[in-house]
């Protein structure tokens, strides 16, 4: 079974950092591309990050431009999403799946294009 283990949420304060990791099994992993997501309470889950296994390439969303950054470690079947500088907003359930390429296309940001989805980890963010 092909299982994405979200982890790494927790309690932070504003202007702190986290690390989210995910986790892939039962696929191979330099085969899709790897997004996160968020969902936050009473709102629709969006796009924060992607990257292509291919080559690297990525895409963040304005809100999170500059502060976060997300890598991929093809050897440990396993993505990461650094956060820093972290505000209030960014409290959500984040969420990482894989994506239908291992390349990033026009539909990255939309989740209608992800197989696989994790579970979700928390992240909430003290002001």
């Known amino acids: 079974d092909v299982q994405l283990q979200a982890s790494g949420g927790g309690l932070v304060q504003a202007g702190g950092s986290l690390r989210l990791s995910c986790a892939a099994s039962g696929l191979t992993f330099d085969d899709y591309a790897i997004g996160w997501f968020r969902q936050a309470p009473g709102k629709e889950r969006e796009a924060v990050s992607c990257i292509a296994t291919t080559d690297g390439s990525t895409y963040y969303a304005d809100s999170v431009q500059g502060r976060f950054t997300i890598s991929s470690d093809i050897a440990k079947d396993t993505a990461y999403l650094q956060m820093n500088s972290l505000k209030a907003e960014a409290t959500a359930v984040y969420f990482c799946?894989?994506?239908?390429?291992?390349?990033?296309?026009?539909?990255?940001?939309?989740?209608?294009?992800?197989?696989?989805w994790g579970q979700g980890t928390q992240l909430t963010v003290s002001s």
């Open positions: 799946a894989s994506y239908q390429y291992p390349y990033l296309d026009g539909a990255y940001y939309s989740e209608e294009g992800y197989t696989y």
